[in-house]
């Protein structure tokens, strides 16, 4: 690299110079050579400073103005545009030129399938225009588009429409005008043509707020689950936290082209195509469900986010983690509590721990950042969420509600820090969070390790519960955390016993403060069995040594569903890591009948709701039970985890076969209890697919499916099982839907994790398929990320192969796509976590990786911190 990417630092951060109260931005939109005119009012806030530096990259600069004249008195530096001699107040004219049609990173102004858009968060606005491209920078926008009228006749930006009209060689103008000042990361602009989907909604004080939702010619019909998810998110918002939307228009535009989910650009949000369109044909549940959180998500950050924003970027969880709790509760609140609770847990304990264990662990607000794409993470995101919700505990939902009511009578209208947010609850509240807070600044998963003790004399019962928090790459010192522990304890009977100190009940939710506790009941009249971390009460790892009777009383007598779950998967752990032992020593895998038996009870447990039974059928991935051993032994875990699954499927055979039979569906409906009914019947389908007429059953499934969800469990289920239908079913699949990327993902993403041998070379082959192009980052994450997240078995080829092709890939990709490249590379980045040869084999990917002449700083940032970690 010519020059080192440079680092910043949380604790450097400085008020900026000077301000900007208005922006006046005008596109002349051309392929290849766009004009963008930036007016600027520009303030002085400190006294004396007569010089700025405005961000700016891959910009050509044809104007410099100030005050209507021309201004000489600059330099065009690495950093941007450096004007100096400035007066304390000023308006700025800024003439740059771009070029949308080279820009293959989708960040700033880019094509997507012909139509032009925006994505500026988190630094993207500067390559559009030189301006002070920070989030404590907050300006009122106006923006003016011009284009040709017949390819691009909507043209779009934040706020109101609010002038339109044509001039000569068939362009036409449009004028927006938002009034809510902003940061850039909020600006957007699209121009396209779209079918347009339109609704409205009234809100609760009586205001009408046009909806309108943009999709690609052809998709209309598949827009109306966004529409519906939209009005819903509305609603919730209003009736849970009392927030009304804010504009007279609420936009949304669908584009194939997109690095993430979605954006919340103030009144015209930009969407991955893939969380707004739906029909029963094209999408599985998943998707639906996928479709409402993230529309929920970007409408929520209307509020967490726009009204109130970051004041630097080391804040983002003041935004993201706050938003992806509220989507959370939109989604719990609309549908299964229990069902969204567990799959946001598998998240935690999966890949946000091992990422909390990886060379990039960093606390839910980092202190050193490179390349801010880089902590778009399941950290800032899933663990800011988890700690939001430990308030939420400790605090309750009404005193929650207050603090959000303060929060917003503070910092609506300003850019705003996680401090803030936590002074907030805490003085709505009136509780300390002195030590709360250290959840922002401390990176690692605590361990808590619970040890109990019944006196039979005494009735009494002793916890003594002992938390760490091991060295991360990041941070070597940690202290004790506050950790709200939620537990109960049963009877033999499956009786509640109530929680008693000193004669008086207290909560079941404990308050862990120390490295070491002991918390003692009294009248407990008999030994009882406890549950722990009710709810994922906080984000740790809990051990405790429970029976296998105690985890199968739990499955069946702890009172919520998700402890019910939770126990299920305690057992499973339990059994998992000792025949993964047993393999290594040669031995043979055992799983006690009993064990079976508390599955084969659940299956049959008439009382639990369906989507709760499928649930606990499912095994954690291969992923979340390699963060369980020091060392990851891929192969012994594949075999015992496969074991485990052909076991259930033997011995519950007809127990499983009779739930598959009893939930077959006529109609397709979206409704909860249709999905819960097909997602059971479809974990059924998994394990039969397994035995001897597994393939008969299978192609059944598939040819009878009256929906996608169907159709994909059925594929899912000959790759998982490596059955002869599997390639037929995958040719006609393909056959039928080449012409549609996104339903092509599903395709791709099984043929990603084939379990069969020659994974790898066939993986290669469909890069060739006309459905694949590394350019689109849905393909791209979709075939090479399944690879190489989800087929541990053949990305960790003891020859290196898969991690060679990953290398290769993201060789290609660090040119055209930094940011997909550096979510790609995070397999690569864990190799400490390997056997040696392996380990040995990743360095040397990464050093090839970091010898490039043109490494992007965002994998710069990534490969330097994992071979320092172990170096
Ligand atoms: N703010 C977006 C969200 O969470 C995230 C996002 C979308 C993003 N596109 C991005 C972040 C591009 C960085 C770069 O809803
Ligand atoms: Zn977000």
Request: aromatic fraction near 10%.
């Amino acid at each position: 690299m010519a020059q080192q990417p440079q680092a910043k630092y949380r604790k450097d951060y400085k008020a900026p110079d000077f301000t900007i109260t208005q922006i006046d931005l005008d596109f002349d939109l051309r392929k290849s050579h766009t004009v963008v005119i930036a007016k600027s009012q520009v303030k002085q806030l400190t006294a004396g400073s007569d010089t700025l530096t405005l961000d700016g990259e891959g910009l050509t600069l044809r104007r410099v103005e100030i005050n209507g004249t021309e201004w000489s008195s600059f330099e065009e530096g690495p950093e941007g545009l450096v004007l100096t001699n400035l007066p304390q107040q000023f308006t700025l004219l800024i003439e740059t030129e771009i070029d949308p049609s080279a820009n293959t990173s989708l960040e700033g102004l880019y094509l997507s399938d012909g139509a032009y858009c925006t994505q500026c968060e988190a630094e993207g606005f500067r390559r559009i225009t030189y301006y002070l491209d920070r989030p404590d920078v907050l300006a009122k926008f106006t923006t003016k588009i011009t284009a040709d009228k017949s390819a691009f006749p909507f043209l779009l930006s934040n706020g109101n429409k609010v002038g339109q009209g044509e001039i000569d060689g068939g362009r036409h103008w449009v004028q927006w005008e938002d009034p809510f000042a902003k940061p850039s990361y909020l600006f957007a602009l699209v121009a396209g043509d779209f079918d347009l989907l339109q609704d409205t909604f009234t809100t609760r004080s009586g205001r009408d707020v046009a909806l309108e939702i943009f999709v690609d010619k052809g998709n209309l019909a598949r827009a109306s689950h966004a529409m519906t998810s939209l009005k819903h998110s509305m609603k919730w918002d209003e009736d849970r936290f009392g927030l009304e939307y804010d504009l007279d228009i609420y936009m949304i535009v669908a584009v194939d082209f997109f690095n993430m989910g979605a954006m919340e650009n103030k009144g015209l949000n930009v969407f991955n195509s893939k969380f707004v369109l739906a029909n029963s044909d094209t999408a599985t549940d998943t998707d639906y469900l996928g479709i409402e959180s993230v529309i929920g998500h970007e409408y929520f950050h209307n509020w967490t986010g726009n009204r109130v924003t970051c004041r630097d970027w080391f804040q983002l969880s003041l935004k993201e983690g706050l938003t992806v709790f509220r989507d959370q509760e939109f989604s719990s609140d609309l549908g299964s509590r229990a069902v969204n609770r567990i799959n946001n847990v598998r998240i935690m304990r999966g890949p946000q721990f091992a990422e909390d264990c990886s060379p990039m662990a960093h606390p839910i607000r980092p202190e050193k950042v490179i390349e801010m794409n880089n902590f778009y993470t399941l950290t800032v995101y899933e663990k800011g969420s988890e700690v939001i919700r430990m308030m939420h505990t400790l605090l309750g939902e009404t005193n929650f509600q207050k603090g959000m009511k303060l929060y917003f009578e503070r910092h609506d209208g300003t850019a705003a820090t996680c401090e803030d947010f936590v002074k907030a609850m805490e003085d709505a509240s009136g509780t300390d969070l002195g030590q709360f807070r250290l959840w922002y600044s401390q990176s690692g998963t605590p361990e808590l390790t619970v040890s109990s003790a019944y006196d039979i004399e005494q009735k009494t019962l002793t916890l003594t519960v002992n938390q760490t928090t091991r060295p991360t790459a990041d941070q070597k010192e940690k202290a004790p955390l506050l950790i709200p522990f939620d537990i109960e304890l049963y009877g033999e009977d499956g009786s509640v016993i109530e929680l008693q100190c000193n004669n008086e009940k207290v909560e079941n939710v404990l308050h862990v403060n120390q490295e070491t506790q002991e918390f003692v009941f009294e009248n407990v009249n008999e030994k009882p069995v406890i549950s722990m971390l009710r709810e994922f009460s906080a984000p740790v790892k809990l051990t405790f040594e429970y029976t296998d009777e105690e985890l199968v009383f739990l499955m069946v007598h702890a009172r919520n569903e998700f402890a019910r779950w939770d126990a299920g998967q305690m057992l499973l752990a339990k059994h998992i890591k000792q025949n993964v032992a047993r393999i290594q020593k040669g031995e043979a895998f055992v799983l006690p009948g009993d064990v079976v038996d508390a599955f084969r009870g659940v299956l049959l447990d008439g009382s639990l709701d369906v989507a709760l039974i499928a649930e606990i059928l499912t095994l954690p991935s291969e992923n979340e039970i390699g963060g369980w051993f020091e060392e990851v032994d891929v192969d012994a875990i594949n075999q015992v985890r496969s074991a485990i699954k052909q076991r259930l499927a033997v011995d519950l055979c007809d127990e499983l076969s009779a739930v598959y039979h009893t939930l077959h569906q006529g109609e397709y409906t979206i409704e909860h209890e249709a999905i819960g009914k097909r997602s059971l019947r479809n974990v059924c389908l998994g394990y039969l697919a397994q035995l001897d007429n597994g393939d008969a059953l299978v192609r059944e499934h598939f040819n009878v499916a009256n929906n996608m969800t169907d159709t994909a469990a059925a594929l899912a289920a000959a790759n998982h099982a490596e059955l002869p239908a599997r390639a037929e079913l995958m040719k006609i699949f393909s056959d039928k839907w080449t012409h549609d990327g996104l339903v092509m993902d599903k395709w791709f993403m099984l043929q990603g994790c084939n379990p069969a041998v020659g994974a790898l070379a066939n993986v290669k082959a469909q890069m060739s398929h006309p459905a694949f192009s590394l350019k689109n980052p849905n393909r791209t994450r979709s075939l090479v990320g399944a690879f190489c997240n989800n087929n541990p078995l053949h990305f960790h080829a003891k020859d290196g192969s898969g991690y060679e092709f990953l290398t290769d890939i993201l060789i290609q990709l660090n040119a055209s796509n930094p940011q997909v490249a550096s979510r790609l590379i995070d397999p690569l980045l864990k190799f400490g976590r390997f056997d040696k040869d392996r380990q040995a084999l990743m360095r040397q990917s990464l050093e090839r990786l970091a010898a490039l002449d043109d490494l992007a700083k965002d994998l710069y940032e990534k490969i330097n911190k994992a071979l320092d970690a172990t170096s």
